[in-house]
T-cell receptor, first 112, second 110 residues
């Protein structure tokens, strides 16, 4: 059974800092891994999708890496802004039906 | 235009009642999902339908019954509501291996 863990559970940083969010999963037989953002009271917004054959994906100030063999992914956020404050979730796809197993989330607060 | 829309956004009801949450997607996707997010913010899959056929059915009580009248709609009906059913229920659809989520329906059972 796939289990996904995210560390840290919560993080507070001043504006402008670069930061790294961590995600680990127990079963390395994955199809892809997806990072989401969830704002309070809102749905999930997909940020980045990394296929199992890829090592990283970039979108603007976000860079996600994947090390499938060690069961790890990181989300790097450069030059953080208050608007980045949200909960970040990683989700692992381990089946052809895109059955996503979600991590526990990292709640990020970027302060002025 | 909202890609994945759920109604209602909020639902407050008494224990024992039956309620439904509706979901519609206008993305042309074949596969739709229901996820439950509990009070600890943990998201867990409940059901998935592909072109109106059930393909994922996690360990969910029989009181929960999904219905897909067509591939653009996936509704969730819950019978005999219990306190533990209080959560936010998210609908999602899949295209090109990317899931698009609705805004969620917050169910509160009193």
């Amino acid at each position: 059974k796939q289990e996904v863990t995210q560390i840290p559970a919560a993080l507070s940083v001043p504006e402008g800092e670069n930061l790294v969010l961590n995600c680990s999963f127990t079963d390395s037989a994955i199809y892809n891994l997806q990072w989401f953002r969830q704002d309070p009271g809102k749905g999930l917004t997909s940020l980045l999708l990394i296929q199992s054959s890829q090592r990283e994906q970039t979108s603007g100030r976000l860079n996600a890496s994947l090390d499938k063999s060690s069961g790890r992914s990181t989300l790097y956020i450069a030059a953080s802004q208050p608007g980045d404050s949200a909960t970040y979730l990683c989700a692992v796809n381990t089946g052809t039906a895109s059955k996503l197993t979600f991590g526990t989330g990292t709640r990020l607060q970027v302060t002025l | 235009d909202t890609a994945v829309s759920q109604t209602p956004k909020y639902l407050v009801t008494q224990m024992g009642n039956d309620k439904s949450i509706k979901c519609e997607q206008n993305l042309g996707h074949d596969t739709m999902y229901w996820y439950k997010q509990d009070s600890k913010k943990f998201l867990k899959i409940m059901f998935s339908y592909n072109n109106k056929e059930l393909i994922i059915n996690e360990t969910v009580p029989n009181r929960f019954s999904p219905k897909s009248p067509d591939k653009a709609h996936l509704n969730l009906h819950i019978n005999s509501l219990e306190l533990g059913d209080s959560a936010v229920y998210f609908c999602a659809s899949r295209g090109a291996n990317v899931l698009t989520f609705g805004a969620g329906s917050r169910l509160t059972v009193l």
